[in-house]
């Protein structure tokens, strides 16, 4: 085809507006599969092989009166150089041969005279050798005319920018974008002065799209890319539109955007560092504030109990008493306990042990005739009555009160002297000697003969009167 014929096509197809669209569904197109182009797989959704320098049968049905003859095929390989091939005006007499190299993967759709798409393959095609390959044609050519796009993992998501760059050839340059299956192809002009288009994608997921891109004498740009499109089907993209550029101009605002959101992800980084951070310092010191919380609790919870716990106190039965009342011994008055108890002094009145009481007087009495019952008493010079918090008395006077361990010790020294006459002593007895203390002179004047300590200020001042006997 002469070459003003291959730059008329081309502009019909590539439309004067920076963002147009063929009309869709104005015709169809079959590829005639004959036995030679099945593959080596049977399979009943296998996609056709091509052979080399062999004519295929291309049959259009229009849809429209607006498709308008001669139409022409375009190639698109994969990673390669697009052509476009006129293949005759009849539409039950048109025939296209394949010039590619053997394993090119190739995107067919054929066009009428006004650029419209009758729609592209489903799958690519895949080139065999034919019965020749004379007509097969290299179509890198110097100077190179590449273009290249952004290489997207695990496939391109809806509304997100797919960047495709032009290096060589003579701006402005055309774009072309579509997908296999598709009855539609979008055109855009990129201007003089740029290399860049940033595609917002706005195709259906799952399908596979493509980038063809020649410049303004018609040249072809080898190394087509495709990527594979996923995401919603909603293709809206609001506040989103594809729009040219320049590739230094977008790299640095990529690297200024990749700087920002590196430092906003630095920034949400330290924060929840921080944030983890001051919670673990707090629950320790929660976890540190409930154990010395619970410790102390434990440890008031204890003086608590000791501090109104019985005082343990044991002596043996030998310390009974019996003076015509009834007395319990130690061992049954205080019950022994394991466990070491606290008391405040001011809480709680212990008595102390007989065992470690000094004694020097143990009188001896008659209780019936002929039996005599040790009673042991506190030192004489010890006894300060008149403090009603000392209780250096017999343990069974500890719960008295002053006034009734005086009545108790007066009553008990009356019937000693009642029954013991002071002036007798008896042969042999070594405690009828200490029978004439007993008396209640001598009770009074236990202080003075005694060694004791002195009455206090309010006795000194008063007469000390015998008892009449």
Same mark, same amino acid.
């Given at each position: 085809?002469?070459?003003?014929?291959?730059?008329?096509?081309?502009? $019909?197809?590539?439309?004067?507006?920076?963002? !147009?669209?063929?009309?869709?569904? /104005?015709?169809?197109? #079959?590829?005639? @599969?004959? *036995?030679?182009?099945?593959?080596?797989?049977?399979?009943?959704?296998?996609?056709?092989?091509?052979?080399?320098?062999?004519?295929?049968?291309?049959?259009?049905?229009?849809?429209?009166?607006?498709?308008?003859?001669?139409?022409?095929?375009?190639?698109?390989?994969?990673?390669?150089?697009?052509?476009?091939?006129?293949?005759?005006?009849?539409?039950?007499?048109?025939?296209?041969?394949?010039?590619?190299?053997?394993?090119?993967?190739?995107?067919?759709?054929?066009?009428?005279?006004?650029?419209?798409?009758?729609?592209?393959?489903?799958?690519?095609?895949?080139?065999?050798?034919?019965?020749?390959?004379?007509?097969?044609?290299?179509?890198?050519?110097?100077?190179?005319?590449?273009?290249? $796009?952004?290489?997207?993992?695990?496939?391109? !998501?809806?509304?997100?920018?797919? /960047?495709?760059?032009? #290096?060589?050839? @003579?701006? *402005?340059?055309?774009?072309?974008?579509?997908?296999?299956?598709?009855?539609?192809?979008?055109?855009?002009?990129?201007?003089?002065?740029?290399?860049?288009?940033?595609?917002?994608?706005?195709?259906?997921?799952?399908?596979?799209?493509?980038?063809?891109?020649?410049?303004?004498?018609?040249?072809?740009?080898?190394?087509?890319?495709?990527?594979?499109?996923?995401?919603?089907?909603?293709?809206?993209?609001?506040?989103?539109?594809?729009?040219?550029?320049?590739?230094?101009?977008?790299?640095?605002?990529?690297?200024?955007?990749?700087?920002?959101?590196?430092?906003?992800?630095?920034?949400?980084?330290?924060?929840?560092?921080?944030?983890?951070?001051?919670?673990?310092?707090?629950?320790?010191?929660?976890?540190?504030?409930?154990?010395?919380?619970?410790?102390?609790?434990?440890?008031?919870?204890?003086?608590?109990?000791?501090?109104?716990?019985?005082?343990?106190?044991?002596?043996?039965?030998?310390?009974?008493?019996?003076?015509?009342?009834?007395?319990?011994?130690?061992?049954?008055?205080?019950?022994?306990?394991?466990?070491?108890?606290?008391?405040?002094?001011?809480?709680?009145?212990?008595?102390?042990?007989?065992?470690?009481?000094?004694?020097?007087?143990?009188?001896?009495?008659?209780?019936?005739?002929?039996?005599?019952?040790?009673?042991?008493?506190?030192?004489?010079?010890?006894?300060?009555?008149?403090?009603?918090?000392?209780?250096?008395?017999?343990?069974?006077?500890?719960?008295?009160?002053?006034?009734?361990?005086?009545?108790?010790?007066?009553?008990?020294?009356?019937?000693?002297?009642?029954?013991?006459?002071?002036?007798?002593?008896?042969?042999?007895?070594?405690?009828?000697?200490?029978?004439?203390?007993?008396?209640?002179?001598?009770?009074?004047?236990?202080?003075?003969?005694?060694?004791?300590?002195?009455?206090?200020?309010?006795?000194?001042?008063?007469?000390?009167?015998?008892?009449?006997?």
């Amino acid at each position: 085809m002469p070459p003003l014929i291959l730059a008329l096509c081309i502009l $019909a197809i590539l439309l004067p507006s920076s963002a !147009a669209q063929t009309l869709p569904d /104005l015709f169809r197109w #079959d590829l005639v @599969i004959t *036995p030679d182009m099945k593959p080596s797989n049977k399979s009943s959704d296998f996609s056709p092989s091509l052979p080399t320098c062999t004519p295929l049968r291309i049959v259009v049905t229009p849809l429209s009166p607006l498709a308008a003859p001669p139409y022409y095929m375009m190639a698109v390989p994969v990673n390669g150089t697009p052509t476009i091939t006129s293949i005759g005006a009849d539409e039950n007499n048109l025939s296209w041969n394949v010039t590619y190299h053997v394993g090119s993967q190739l995107i067919l759709t054929v066009l009428d005279a006004k650029g419209n798409s009758g729609g592209t393959q489903l799958e690519t095609m895949g080139v065999i050798a034919g019965k020749s390959t004379a007509c097969v044609i290299n179509r890198i050519v110097a100077p190179p005319f590449t273009v290249t $796009a952004d290489h997207v993992k695990n496939g391109l !998501a809806t509304c997100k920018r797919w /960047l495709v760059t032009m #290096d060589g050839g @003579i701006p *402005p340059y055309n774009l072309l974008i579509s997908t296999l299956g598709a009855d539609w192809m979008a055109n855009m002009t990129v201007k003089s002065d740029l290399n860049a288009f940033i595609y917002i994608n706005r195709a259906p997921p799952n399908k596979n799209l493509f980038a063809a891109v020649s410049d303004s004498t018609g040249r072809w740009a080898y190394g087509t890319p495709m990527v594979k499109t996923k995401g919603k089907k909603d293709a809206s993209c609001r506040g989103l539109f594809s729009s040219e550029g320049d590739t230094l101009t977008i790299e640095e605002q990529d690297e200024a955007k990749r700087a920002t959101t590196e430092a906003a992800q630095r920034r949400h980084s330290t924060i929840i560092k921080v944030s983890v951070s001051l919670s673990l310092m707090f629950l320790l010191l929660l976890a540190g504030g409930t154990f010395l919380y619970l410790r102390k609790r434990k440890h008031k919870t204890e003086v608590e109990r000791a501090k109104y716990a019985p005082t343990p106190y044991n002596e043996t039965k030998s310390a009974a008493l019996s003076t015509g009342m009834h007395f319990q011994t130690a061992e049954n008055q205080f019950q022994t306990s394991s466990k070491p108890t606290l008391a405040r002094k001011d809480r709680v009145k212990r008595a102390t042990p007989l065992s470690q009481r000094p004694y020097d007087v143990l009188p001896s009495y008659l209780d019936g005739p002929g039996t005599a019952v040790s009673l042991p008493m506190t030192d004489a010079s010890n006894i300060q009555p008149w403090r009603g918090s000392n209780h250096r008395f017999h343990p069974i006077f500890a719960n008295l009160s002053a006034t009734q361990q005086w009545f108790h010790l007066v009553i008990l020294a009356t019937w000693m002297y009642t029954r013991l006459p002071a002036s007798e002593s008896t042969p042999n007895d070594p405690w009828s000697s200490y029978i004439p203390r007993f008396t209640s002179e001598n009770i009074l004047r236990t202080g003075d003969e005694g060694g004791g300590p002195e009455f206090s200020p309010g006795y000194n001042d008063r007469p000390r009167r015998p008892r009449p006997i």
